[in-house]
Nanobody, 125 residues
Framework: QVQLHESGGGLVQAGDSLTLSCLVS????????MGWFRQASGKEREFVAG????????EYADSVKGRFTMSRDNAKNMVYLQMNSLKPEDTAVYFC??????????????????WGQGTQVTVSS
């Protein structure tokens, strides 16, 4: 059974930093793309960041470019999302997702077939 478990969320102030972690079990991530999505209250889930299997290719939502950095440790079967200069509009539940293929697609949620339960990030102004 494939499981993704996010951790590291919490309540922070605007301008603070936070690092999210995602541990994957039941499936090796070394050959697949990985991604982070988020869903704010009352809004649709949106793509935040993605990395190809080798980290050669990365994609970020325009709203987080220059502030968020995604990384992965294939040996540990983990991915990370370093979030700097957090803003109140970054408040959301953040989800880790395992891709269907090695390379990144368009960032659509259908490119990913395993999902975590999410971790809440709240940024106060």
């Amino acid at each position: 059974q494939v499981q993704l478990h996010e951790s590291g969320g919490g309540l922070v102030q605007a301008g603070d930093s936070l690092t999210l972690s995602c541990l994957v079990s039941g499936r090796t991530i070394s050959t697949i793309a990985m991604g982070w999505f988020r869903q704010a209250s009352g809004k649709e889930r949106e793509f935040v960041a993605g990395l190809s299997w080798s980290s050669t290719t990365s994609e970020y939502a325009d709203s987080v470019k220059g502030r968020f950095t995604m990384s992965r440790d294939n040996a540990k079967n983990m991915v990370y999302l370093q979030m700097n200069s957090l803003k109140p509009e970054d408040t959301a539940v953040y989800f880790c997702a395992a891709g269907r293929w090695a390379l990144l697609g368009t960032g659509a949620s259908t490119d990913f077939d395993n999902w975590g339960q999410g971790t809440q990030v709240t940024v106060s102004s």
